[in-house]
């Protein structure tokens, strides 16, 4: 009789006023993140695949004989290589072609390098003479035998490494 | 058993019933009839399920000529001539390198109509291009990106983002000179960050840069995997979210109450047209309004009649149709004008000279000759941003629906004018003239020159200017009209600077005659 009487009736709770956690809201919460983090799971799996492992491109690794009479300071460019080797008195050395501003194939010129995409200038040892390009041209590893020389384009040495050939 | 009295019936009704069945195919596809009534029309609209993204009833304002300009469905014209052409092209295309150059000759030597279809391909992308510019512009200097519409015009970036990827991964397929070198620079500039992490030497352990382009490339070279790639961007990813986008886009048109339009946009056209009102009550559609009642917000059918309203079918449809006649018209036009180019096959050991990315990147391309970083990823990032934010910022009413509307109008916009072409005249004409940092101190750290380039100092004297005239006029929508002018004007100049004054090397020519000859 009393508990029909009371004058200020329980609050009734409700889905919009919920208690603090039900069962059913952390059920429906947990299964939510549970989701959320298979499909994040998901996703770097995904991306995992167009993100080559192996390059397909063609070995970085070149052979090429040097010309006989190759004057100090002038570059040789092997066809098709976007690398130029110089012969000076303290030995050999190769500084790649590529511009490092945005990947252009550069042209050797009297004091060095052009890139004709962007006209970035570079002296004939690699150095930014002017333009956009952010770093020097990275002088590459090379190895020489007799008139032969093996070029890495793969692998950088420091800039004014150079090799006896 | 009585209706088969005469063994001729059965079949007669057959043949009446054969004969009939043209014409109730018909009806059973137009469910509503013909639409010559009120009614009729709203069934013609609703009963249809590509029609039905449209609202039964269309406001008078929002097909006045100057309200939209058509902008917007010439885009969608453009983009359906794109998809339908594309396929076509689609038929004969071969994504290998080499390969996929001869293919292209094919298409446009041999194959019967292959020209004319890559061609009207080329131009309608082109058309799209500047149709959805023009179309943000025209949502921009009528504040119609305003509440309820601000998501909206998010949604309008992602679609600009998505139609210029949809053109530069479409650029590299011919595999000729000119797609191969800009392929080759469009991935470097997704390499650019590099420029950063190389001058804080990070990059060993950070390298944001060289994941990007080996994403995008699939290799550390330009090759049958890039190819590959942009081909599948082309052809299935970006147009799947771009259709995903422009859904959403038109979804939201109406479910926002149809395009933006003046407060008082219903007496305005009370004065000038009064003898046109359509007795929507008496004929009212037997659908559409009920819906109003669950429609909550700011949107005009609710709390007033439709009174300045016509039926979307014929008054909309027909404007729409006479578009997209208009850019079919158009893109054909140019393209018995001109053909789309193909240079050489691709080497890729010898850059294009000068190698010039399509016209609307040749703005980047400038920025980009000063810094990589700054000017392909720094500066369009900051610009996109810059425009998401406008409708978060500007929460004014005044002008919404009008041509420049808002504190300044006008002669704000023409003076942001002068200030957005003379800007970069300037800035260009001094770099141009006198080089630029690394001309006078050869030492200079990069990252100096990343930050202090022509292309970032015109950032930032629009941004200052902008703020000039938030506080000069004291409304945000006074600043937002102003940076977004010179945001367009400066788009305009460093592209004609990159299309018509840039030769080989990237140096500055006055005429394309007075290039070196090799």
């Given amino acids: ?165 | 058993m009585n209706q088969s009295t005469t063994p001729n019936h059965a079949l007669r009704a057959f043949w009446q019933d054969l004969k009939l069945a043209p014409r109730r195919v018909y009806e059973t596809a137009f469910r509503g009839g013909p639409p010559t009534t009120d009614r009729t029309r709203s069934t013609f609209v609703f009963g249809n399920v590509f029609l039905h993204l449209h609202s039964v009833r269309t406001h008078r304002w929002s097909l006045k000529w100057s309200t939209t300009l058509g902008l917007g469905i010439m885009s969608v014209s453009a983009f359906l001539i794109t998809l339908i052409t594309g396929v076509m092209l689609m038929f004969y295309y071969k994504p290998y390198p080499d390969v996929a150059y001869e293919s292209i000759k094919d298409i446009h030597f041999v194959v019967p109509t292959g020209r004319f279809m890559r061609n009207i391909h080329r131009w309608a992308a082109n058309v799209m291009v500047v149709a959805v510019i023009l179309h943000m512009a025209r949502a921009f200097y009528t504040a119609a990106y305003r509440r309820p519409r601000e998501f909206n015009w998010l949604i309008g970036i992602g679609l600009l983002a998505t139609t210029l990827a949809l053109s530069f991964t479409g650029y590299l397929l011919p595999w000729d000179q000119l797609a191969y070198w800009a392929i080759t620079i469009g991935a470097n500039i997704a390499q650019s960050p590099r420029e950063i992490t190389d001058a804080l030497g990070i990059t060993e352990y950070f390298d944001p840069g060289g994941f990007q382009r080996l994403l995008l490339l699939g290799s550390d070279t330009v090759g049958a995997e890039a190819l590959i790639r942009f081909y599948l961007l082309h052809v299935m990813i970006l147009p799947l979210v771009i259709a995903a986008l422009m859904a959403v886009h038109f979804w939201r048109i109406r479910k926002d109450g149809g395009l933006a339009r003046p407060a008082d946009a219903d007496e305005r056209l009370a004065r000038c047209r009064e003898q046109e009102t359509y007795p929507v009550f008496t004929e009212a559609p037997n659908k559409t309004y009920h819906l109003a009642a669950v429609v909550r917000g700011k949107t005009p059918l609710v709390g007033r009649g439709p009174e300045n309203t016509v039926p979307s079918m014929p008054h909309l449809f027909y404007a729409e149709l006479g578009v997209l006649m208009l850019t079919f018209l158009v893109c054909v036009v140019l393209s018995l004008a001109s053909d789309a180019p193909l240079k050489e096959l691709a080497n890729p050991n010898v850059p294009e000279n000068p190698a010039k990315a399509p016209w609307y990147f040749l703005g980047l391309q400038e920025m980009v000759s000063f810094s990589a970083f700054m000017g392909g990823i720094g500066i369009p990032t900051i610009a996109l941003l810059g425009l998401a934010l406008i409708p978060y910022l500007d929460r004014e009413t005044e002008g919404t629906g009008e041509w420049f509307g808002g504190p300044g109008g006008w002669p704000l916009v023409r003076f942001s004018m002068v200030v957005g072409l003379c800007a970069p005249l300037l800035v260009e004409s001094f770099a141009i003239r006198f080089g630029w940092l690394r001309e006078w101190f050869p030492g200079i750290p990069q990252l100096v020159i990343t930050l202090v380039n022509p292309a970032t100092i015109l950032t930032a004297a629009y941004a200052l200017f902008s703020l000039w005239a938030v506080r000069r006029f004291q409304s945000a929508r006074a600043g937002a009209l102003a940076l977004f002018t010179c945001f367009l004007c400066g788009f305009v100049v460093l592209t004609v600077i990159g299309t018509y004054f840039r030769g080989p090397n990237w140096v500055f020519y006055w005429s394309p005659a007075d290039w070196p000859k090799h």
């Fill in chain 1, 1 to 165: 009789m009393e508990d029909c009487m009371t004058l200020q009736p329980k609050p009734s709770r409700s889905r919009l006023d919920p208690e603090p956690m039900p069962r059913r809201d952390w059920l429906g919460l947990s299964s939510l993140w549970a989701m959320a983090g298979a499909l994040l799971f998901g996703l770097v799996g995904m991306i995992r695949m167009p993100k080559a492992a192996v390059l397909p491109s063609p070995s970085k690794k070149f052979k090429v004989a040097l010309p006989e009479n190759l004057p100090p300071g002038e570059p040789f460019v092997p066809p098709g290589r976007a690398v130029a080797i110089f012969k000076d008195p303290d030995g050999l050395y190769a500084v790649s072609m590529i511009c490092t501003h945005l990947g252009c194939v550069v042209k050797a010129n009297p004091e060095g390098f052009e890139c004709p995409c962007h006209g970035s200038r570079f002296h004939a040892d690699g150095a930014v003479a002017r333009g956009p390009a952010p770093q020097p041209l990275p002088w590459l590893k090379i190895t020489a035998s007799g008139g032969v020389v093996t070029v890495d384009e793969g692998s950088t040495v420091r800039s004014g490494t150079k090799v006896a050939g």
